[in-house]
């Protein structure tokens, strides 16, 4: 599709939410597949593993597990599915990556601790360039690394600090379909953006919970429209951002009870007495979200950690060319039709 000149935003409805604590518990990202397949990733006391699951709320397994053999899990960061649905995971406590197929079959791992180049330390967010090629989040090294889908070691840049191109412990990434690379850089409270080798390109935000400011930004993501949505994990909200950084909205959470939740609560008759005691105004909102994902209809999959929890919502916004919209104004105001 392409960045748009311009877009009508016609609004950003909550569509559902998928998971409850016992299935998704503490979900970190997901994965979006095919044929309305997606992988959560769980990361927490409840459970360390990648949970299958559909979008009709549908609980097809698990994948992992804690531990230290071939295809576990000590700290998981991050998760990324290929076009093939093969299943990409940075292990934080392990210094590595895994592989694995959607069935679950571990495919291989690699990479060691170190702060030479093609090592890593504690690595988080994972996105594809536009060969194919795998960026790595080396949060502790303070640098993006990129690698061959094998771990073959290609290039980095970055390094401890505050100044434009450097990270102090940078967490999510995302690239657009220019190949340019946008990082959630997390103790600076911004986003930096790159060129694919890594030149700086620019960078918004800034410490605070004012609009377009983050508190630990930790997932970022990028649309078919060049809006760029940014996981605020410490202020309990996702931002959008136009292509150029201007803050547009923001999202707080709209949750209901997913179809498994609802079906576990009725069920249970002290679940059942809670939920009907409770101020249901503060169970809907984020609590510590910590990833956001756009599939290609536009759907925008939150990871809300602490609920235990998926909600979804739906773009709703036309691309417009430059002769339907007047030229931009010196000093915009909008009034409502």
């Not at 979200?289 to 773009?315: E, N, S, T, W």
Request: charged share 25%.
């Amino acid at each position: 599709m392409g960045k748009a000149y311009a877009l009508l935003r016609a609004g950003f409805p909550y569509v559902k939410t998928l998971g409850m604590r016992r299935i998704t518990s503490n979900p970190i990202d997901v994965a979006l597949g095919k044929a309305g397949r997606l992988y959560v990733l769980c990361r927490g006391a409840l459970a360390t593993d990648i949970r299958r699951y559909t979008w009709d709320d549908e609980d097809l397994g698990t994948i992992g597990g804690p531990g230290t053999t071939d295809g576990k899990f000590v700290w998981p960061g991050a998760l990324l599915a290929d076009a093939d649905e093969t299943l990409y995971v940075s292990d934080e406590g392990r210094h590595r990556l895994s592989m694995f197929h959607r069935d679950g079959t571990f495919l291989g791992a690699w990479g060691e601790r170190g702060s030479a180049p093609g090592q890593l330390d504690r690595p988080a967010g994972l996105a594809f360039d536009l060969e194919g090629n795998l960026y790595v989040v080396d949060t502790m090294n303070h640098r993006v690394q990129k690698f061959t889908r094998d771990g073959k070691y290609l290039m980095h840049w970055g390094q401890y600090g505050s100044k434009a191109g450097e990270f102090n412990m940078p967490w999510g990434i995302a690239v657009d379909d220019d190949g340019d690379v946008y990082v959630a850089d997390w103790r600076n409270d911004r986003i930096q953006k790159f060129s694919a080798d890594g030149a700086f390109q620019g960078m918004f935000g800034s410490s605070g919970s004012a609009d377009g400011q983050f508190n630990r930004p930790t997932g970022v993501e990028v649309d078919l429209h060049g809006d760029i949505y940014v996981a605020d994990w410490g202020n309990n909200r996702v931002q959008l951002f136009n292509p150029e950084g201007r803050y547009v909205q923001q999202f707080l959470g709209d949750a209901t009870l997913s179809t498994c939740a609802r079906a576990y609560v009725l069920a249970n008759p002290k679940p059942l007495r809670l939920r009907e005691m409770a101020n249901l105004e503060p169970q809907k909102l984020f609590h510590g979200p910590v990833a956001v994902r756009i599939d290609a209809l536009g759907r925008m999959f939150v990871a809300d950690c602490g609920p235990h929890r998926i909600q979804v919502y739906q773009k709703d916004a036309y691309p417009l060319a430059p002769h339907q919209i007047m030229p931009p104004l010196r000093a915009p105001s909008m009034s409502v039709a």
